[in-house]
DNA sequence: AACCAGGACACAA
DNA sequence: TTGTGTCATGGT
């Protein structure tokens, strides 16, 4: 399917879109040259840095032509967001300051609750790279075919949990996913007979909305905290994982490393209100420093 | 060519 | 409670 382009400009000051794209919350964003191809929910789009905001090509099928940015774009990017107030929370000291400062423009964007869930269900001991693989596998083979424009490369909408409920083990662990597969499976078929409300996690308090994720197969703490925090708005969910360790233990526990009772309790002490938008500058700050200078 | 990756879980001590 | 093996795969 191919057809024409539609363009709207999102208004956004402070926005990194490369380091928003590609900082590991995401998995379906790719780059070339300047633009980031990807999907939001079952729409191709192509978005592009500028110096006021972002430049967003959408494939449009004849539908009408308003130059209103849809509000599902503005919700998947959070633009309308403000970031100094963000930033404003974090703990004033030299560590956040300096990753703050590293990783400048940076932001937490809104995702799709099903994806998100299934995306890292799969990142469990994957390097980001692989998961991005295996996503793209399962989205090929799974996923409905999407409108695109004339060159672009063919999409997919990432499959839906109804899709993925219908596969067989065999079939999921074909898109080299391993001892994942049995999870995916599971949590799709309690996605797709509605045990599982995804869509009604974000209006649960927050300890309440981890419980329900908990009780997947295959979610510990971290992958529901992803959850929370890059699908369903808590914004004071915590992921840690090996990279968010290091950092936090480099940082602030040079001496021995704590136990997890105590780094969780300085995690609740010391990041504020905003802390899950301080742990994806952390994520991103030590990677960046730990790859190009180890 | 080892080592490790946006983990979770069962089980031992 | 804390430690260790297991699961599957491939990047660096």
Redesign the pocket.
Known sequence: MSGAVRQTFLPARDYDLAATLD???AFRWERRGDRWEGVIGPRWVRLRQAPEGILAEMADAAGPRDDQVPAWLEHYLQTAVNLDEILATFPAEERMRAAAGRCRGLRLLRQDPWECLAS?LL?????????R?IVSTLAARYGEPLAVPIGAAPAFAFPTAARLAQCSEAEL?AC????RAPHLLQAARAAADGELDLAALERLPLDQARERL?A?????????D?VLLFACGFPEAF??????RRALRRFYFPRRQP???RLRQFIADHFGPQAGYA??YL?HYIRLTDRTSP
Do not use: E, N
């Open positions: 900082c590991g919350q890292f990142s469990s001991t994957k390097q980001i790279v692989q998961i693989r662990r080299q996913m391993g001892f908990l997947l197969r295959g979610v510990g703490c971290k992958i529901a992803c992921p840690v994982d090996v990279w968010v136990t997890d009772r742990q994806q994520f």
